[in-house]
């Protein structure tokens, strides 16, 4: 249908995971917990620090048989270890609610490991995330056409959600200051040092209508709802923007990813007010371990059985094509989380982000919807000098 995502303001979202970043030079979670496993091993200053990683996985490593039938532990994510060590401070400083309960194992650990040794390796991997969220050099260039996109999309903007805490976007936004027309909503209004945060800096411009001609500008509107590198909190307890690297306001462990305040609320109420808003879902980098994120997703495909989703499945160019075999079990996959009302709600695309972000365009998106007889009629009967 020609029409189905082109004149509808909010039509199109897009939901980024880490995946998308990984082509910028940010590193993928799986290749952080390997460098601090090599650290580990091999580096004097993290040595020590093993036997705190070995009880940890221990404790929360996922279970696999071995070949010869006993039980190993695989390794933490990054976000598990860091969610794990700040709990374990917690508790070793007396102030975590289960305290109580666990004093005497607490009292073994501590004489085990010293509550300084856990805490100097948490402050180790903190100093390590900021390098690895933030190399020195990011290649951006393949994130000008999402920009484009933006652009191109209806009505105020394009809503781009995120669970990564990189500057993958803004730091795009800078570089290609050419495409003129195009602003960048984070909450902050004016990007500047401890700007606050603020819902009316997205409300106020959600709808271009209600702007004077002159602002009729189109946005990005970009949510970041694990938090962000470049956020931290004043005296006041307000989210502010820091010139400086924080990891303050980063959301860390698989089970807890939702705080019970704002900027993090606002951003899932708008996540589940969009998605069931939409026409068409795009998602690209996500891994799809998020529970709360996939519940969201599978209502909204269940409230509108028009509704498609497009997923940038990731495989290395030298994987591609894939056999029918493989793609139908990767549409399993996807559907077995998802759950949609029909299979036709699920499309997927196969390779890295930036092919994918090249095929964005509302040509190309509008050929996932099947078409309107009426409308087909129409512009078969109209030459294209007539349109």
């Known amino acids: ?8 303001n909010g039509s199109v979202l897009v939901l980024l995971g ?32 093993r036997p705190i990683y070995k009880h940890l996985k221990s404790l929360y490593g996922k279970e696999y048989n071995s070949d010869n ?16 060590l700040t709990e374990l401070l917690l508790l070793l400083n007396g102030e975590h ?5 666990f004093k005497s194992w607490i009292d073994l650990f501590q004489n085990l490991y010293g509550f300084e040794d856990v805490k100097n390796f948490r402050s180790k991997i903190e100093d390590k995330l900021k390098e690895w969220i933030v190399p020195n050099q990011l290649k951006l260039d393949y994130f000008r056409q999402l920009l484009i996109f933006a652009k191109e999309n209806s009505g105020s903007g394009l809503r781009v959600f995120t669970l990564n805490y990189d500057k993958c976007i803004e730091g795009a936004f800078q570089e290609h200051d050419d495409i003129t027309g195009l602003l960048l909503e984070r909450g902050f209004g004016k ?28 946005y990005i509107f970009l949510y970041k709802m694990h938090g962000s590198i470049d956020w931290d909190r004043n005296d006041k307890q307000e989210l502010i923007k820091t010139n400086n690297l924080s990891i303050r306001e980063l959301i860390f462990g698989t089970q807890q990813k939702v705080k019970a305040h704002d900027p993090y609320l ?34 909204s495909l269940l409230s ?25 079990e990767r549409y399993i996959f996807y559907s077995d989380i998802l759950q949609p009302q029909n ?37 078969s009967n109209t030459s294209t000098e007539e349109i």
């Open 191 to 218: 990007e500047k040092q401890n700007a606050t945060w603020n819902t009316r800096n997205f409300d106020e411009k959600n709808d271009l209508d209600s702007q004077p001609n002159a602002e009729k500008s189109k």
């Open 266 to 299: 606002y951003y899932v109420y708008q996540f589940r007010t969009s998605t069931l808003n939409a026409k068409l879902i795009i998602v690209c980098g996500y891994s799809f371990f998020d529970d709360y994120i996939n519940r969201i997703l599978h209502q």
């Open 69 to 84: 039938g006993s039980v190993i532990r695989g390794d933490l994510n990054i976000e598990q270890l860091v969610g794990n």
């Open 343 to 379: 299979q036709e709600q699920i499309k997927l695309w196969f390779g890295k982000a930036p092919a994918f972000f090249e095929f964005l365009s509302m040509d190309n998106l509008e050929t996932l919807f099947p078409p309107d007889p009426e409308e087909e009629l129409f512009f």
């Open 18 to 49: 880490a995946g998308a970043s990984i082509d910028a030079g940010v590193l993928h979670t799986s290749r952080m917990i390997s460098d601090i496993n090599n650290m580990l091993a091999n580096n004097p200053e993290w040595i020590k620090y």
């Open 97 to 101: 609610i289960l305290y109580p309960f």
């Open 304 to 328: 509108n059985s028009d509704e498609k989703i497009l997923i940038c499945d990731y495989f290395e160019d030298s994987d591609l094509p894939l056999s029918e075999e493989r793609e139908k």
């Open 1 to 8: 249908m020609r029409s189905e995502i082109r004149n509808t």
